[in-house]
């Protein structure tokens, strides 16, 4: 009897021992938790302006100072992950872009008023996916998953993206606009990273990848103040494949 109540003591008590050594956190000396848990969720934004702030640090002339751009030519990224468990994790990002620019030029005909150029463009994008994780060494996780996604690119020439318009400052049935010639792409891909956590809940991602894209651009029109609209491209469609466009390092907050 006396051993059946050891062995029933030893088999409770053991399996909490593992339980408490599997629960265990990294954490910092003062005793903050260092790595994000089932049910934290995540912001990133792309970390090479920070970095290029350090380099820059101490230039003794025209200092660079950290900024974000989010134009047509050059959108910028908002990343979104969701830490599921200790291994899944699921994530996001939202690609925007958005660009309006009007000059103003002497009229060749008239020299008392203005001709004016304008232009709009806007790209738009979104990914979703998900991350299987491994942890390396203590800070450093390392991970691959898979990821889709949907983007909009504006027309692109020579001095200008997007929508274009011109108004005559002299005749305004010379004005005219172009519209149209939108690239919609569509990918899918697959993607290997690490996560290296230099500050409680705060990483640095790094990620390489290949995706399969199928892109249809549409059709692009010249519409005169006066006359007929005419259509000045009319589109097109293809496959690729290709690494990820960017190789930048994304800085990531948990909460």
């Given at each position: 009897m006396k051993k059946i109540l050891i062995f029933l003591l030893l088999i409770t008590i053991i399996p909490g021992i593992y339980a408490q050594e599997e629960t265990e956190v990294l954490k910092t000396k003062k005793g903050v938790p260092i790595l994000p848990v089932a049910g934290d969720f995540a912001i990133g934004i792309d970390a090479t302006p920070f970095f290029r702030y350090v380099g820059n640090l101490f230039s003794g002339s025209n200092p660079y100072y950290p900024s974000f751009g989010f134009t047509a030519q050059n959108p910028g990224s908002i990343f979104f992950k969701y830490k599921a468990s200790a291994s899944t994790t699921y994530r996001a990002a939202l690609l925007?872009?958005?660009?309006?620019?009007?000059?103003?030029s002497e009229n060749l005909v008239d020299e008392d008023v203005l001709d004016k150029y304008s232009s709009t463009a806007v790209t738009v994008g979104l990914t979703g996916g998900f991350e299987k994780h491994r942890e390396f060494f203590g800070r450093l996780s390392g991970y691959f998953g898979a990821e889709a996604g949907v983007r909009n690119d504006p027309y692109a020439t020579s001095g200008y993206y997007g929508q274009f318009s011109f108004q005559d400052g002299n005749n305004s049935d010379n004005?005219?606009?172009e519209t149209g010639g939108n690239t919609l792409s569509f990918c899918v891909g697959g993607l290997a990273g690490v996560e290296?956590?230099?500050?409680?809940?705060?990483?640095l991602m790094g990620e390489?990848?290949?995706?399969?894209?199928?892109?249809?651009q549409m059709k692009r029109?010249?519409?005169?103040?006066?006359?007929?609209?005419?259509?000045?491209?009319?589109?097109?469609?293809?496959?690729?494949?290709?690494?990820?466009?960017?190789?930048?390092?994304?800085?990531l907050f948990y909460f």
């Open positions: 925007i872009g958005f660009t309006s620019e009007t000059t103003k004005d005219y606009k290296f956590y230099f500050a409680p809940r705060i990483a390489f990848g290949y995706y399969v894209s199928y892109y249809t029109t010249y519409k005169p103040a006066t006359g007929d609209e005419d259509v000045i491209f009319h589109g097109g469609s293809g496959f690729e494949f290709m690494p990820y466009p960017s190789g930048s390092l994304i800085l």
